[in-house]
C-alpha cells in the first residue's frame, strides 16, 4: 500500500526516511525551511555503523568508503606536549558529502524549499498541513525530522506539562572548519593523520580531519574539524542572541557571530588551549556556536504522526551519534512499515526506538558531566 508520507525537515534524517520510503513505494514530500536548502551546513562526524549501513542499503556504498583516516588518539597538554598516545584506526566522513549523496537520490519536485510549517492537524487515519506561505497538505503519516527546535514534537506531545523546549546545559560548542593548509605547519604536524584531545576543568577541545567540500581525501584537500567545549551561562548565551540578531534560536552558524566576538575567542584560545589547537582557532574566520541541549520526549507517536532523530532525543555530540541515532530510526520506521499496516508499524517503531533514545541521552548525560560542574572559585 502506497502511503502519503510528509516530511517536516530536510536535514540528513529527514532525507534518510525520505529516500528509503520513495524507495518503499510511498509519495515523499520533504518539507525544508531553509529557502536554499542545507548545502555545505554542516562540519565533520565520526562514522558509525548505522551510518555505513544505510549508505549501503541506498546505493552509496563509496560515501561510507569517502572519509580520513585517524591513527591514533592523543591527548595534549596545555603546553602542546603529547600526554598520552593510543592507536586507534578511525575514519571520520563529511556531513556535506552525506546530505549531498542523499540529496542527489530525492528527485526535485519531492524536496520543498522555503515551506515552513505553521499548523499541523492530526486525526486518526491523516493529518492536515498547512504552509506558512504556501499550499497545504494532507498526508497519511507526517514525520517530524525538524531537530533540535522542532514544531511536531509539540502535537506528539500535546499532553505534555512540562516545557517541550530542550533544555540548556550551561556549556556550548565553538566549532570551525577549515582548509587544511589554512592550518599552520607547526600546528599541522601534531594534528593531523591523529584524533586530537585537550581536557581541563570545565572545557574540552578535539579536532581531526575531514574529507574536502567536494569528498576530496587527498593531502592538501581535505578539512580539519575542530570543536572547543566551553561553559557558558544561559544570559550569557541570550545576550549573545539577541547581539547576532537571532533571538530565539538555538545555534549561529557561519558569519553570525559578532566580530568581536571572534576576537575574544582567539585571544581566550591563546592562554586556554594548547598552541596547536589555538592556530587552528585562529585560522577560522568564521566559528560557529551549537549550544549544548539535552531534550527526551515522553513519547515518539501520536496518531500518525511520527518523531525522527533530534525532534524526539537531543543526546550531547560527545556521544558523536547524532546522525547515526537519526539512521536508525529512518530505517526501523521503514522495516515496519514495510511488514505491518500503518498503525501497528508506528506502535512498533515507538516501542524499539523509546528506549534507544533515551539511553542515548543518559549516555550524553554522563559524557559531560565534567563540564556541566561548577568551575573552583
Excluded: C
Excluded at 30 to 57: C, D, K, N, P
Excluded at 185 to 192: G, K, V
Excluded at 307 to 326: C, N, Q, S, W, Y
Amino acid at each position: 500500500m502506497s502511503l502519503r508520507i510528509g516530511i517536516v525537515g530536510g536535514s540528513v534524517g529527514g532525507l534518510f526516511a525520505a529516500v528509503l520510503l520513495m524507495r518503499q513505494g510511498h509519495q515523499v514530500t520533504v518539507m525544508e525551511r531553509a529557502r536554499h536548502g542545507l548545502t555545505r551546513r554542516g562540519a565533520g562526524l565520526v562514522v558509525q555503523e548505522q551510518v555505513t549501513r544505510i549508505l549501503h542499503e541506498v546505493g552509496l556504498p563509496q560515501v561510507a568508503e569517502t572519509g580520513v583516516w585517524a591513527n591514533e588518539r592523543i591527548v595534549l597538554d596545555l603546553h602542546g606536549k603529547v600526554m598520552t598516545r593510543e592507536p586507534r584506526p578511525q575514519m571520520q566522513m563529511s556531513w556535506d558529502l552525506l546530505y549531498d549523496g542523499f540529496r542527489k537520490l530525492l528527485p526535485e519536485r519531492h524536496y520543498l524549499t522555503g515551506a515552513t510549517v505553521s499548523e499541523v492537524a492530526p486525526s486518526d487515519q491523516s493529518v492536515k498541513v498547512m504552509l506558512a506561505d504556501g499550499p497545504g497538505f494532507e498526508f497519511d503519516l507526517l514525520i517530524g525530522a525538524d531537530g533540535q527546535g522542532s514544531i511536531v514534537r509539540n502535537v506528539v506531545n500535546e499532553d505534555a506539562t512540562n516545557s517541550l523546549r530542550p533544555d540548556y546545559v550551561g556549556y556550548a560548542a565553538w566549532r570551525g572548519l577549515i582548509a587544511e593548509d589554512a592550518v599552520p605547519r607547526h600546528a599541522a604536524d601534531i594534528l593531523f593523520e591523529r584524533f586530537a584531545f585537550h581536557f581541563d576543568e570545565g572545557t574540552q577541545a578535539l579536532g581531526y580531519l575531514v574529507p574536502g567540500a567536494d569528498g576530496q581525501i587527498a593531502k592538501g584537500e581535505r578539512r580539519y574539524n575542530w570543536v572547543w567545549y566551553r561553559q557558558l551561562p544561559a544570559a550569557s548565551l541570550s545576550d549573545l542572541f539577541k547581539r547576532a540578531q537571532r533571538a530565539g534560536a538555538l545555534s549561529l552558524g557561519p558569519g553570525e557571530l559578532p566580530r568581536d566576538v571572534r576576537d575574544a575567542l582567539i585571544a581566550d584560545a591563546q592562554s586556554q588551549l594548547p598552541p596547536p589547537f589555538a592556530a587552528a582557532v585562529a585560522a577560522e574566520p568564521q566559528p560557529f556556536l551549537q549550544p549544548i541541549y539535552d531534550y527526551e520526549s515522553s513519547r515518539m507517536v501520536n496518531r500518525r504522526v511520527v518523531l525522527l532523530g533530534d525532534a524526539a532525543f537531543i543526546a550531547r555530540p560527545h556521544t558523536a551519534m547524532g546522525v547515526a541515532k537519526a539512521a536508525a530510526d529512518a530505517m526501523a520506521l521503514a522495516s515496519a512499515l514495510a511488514a505491518q499496516p500503518v498503525d501497528e508499524a508506528l506502535a512498533s517503531y515507538e516501542r524499539a526506538r523509546l528506549p534507544q533514545g533515551q539511553a542515548m541521552v543518559d549516555y550524553g548525560r554522563r559524557l559531560g558531566l565534567s563540564l556541566s560542574r561548577p568551575l573552583a572559585r
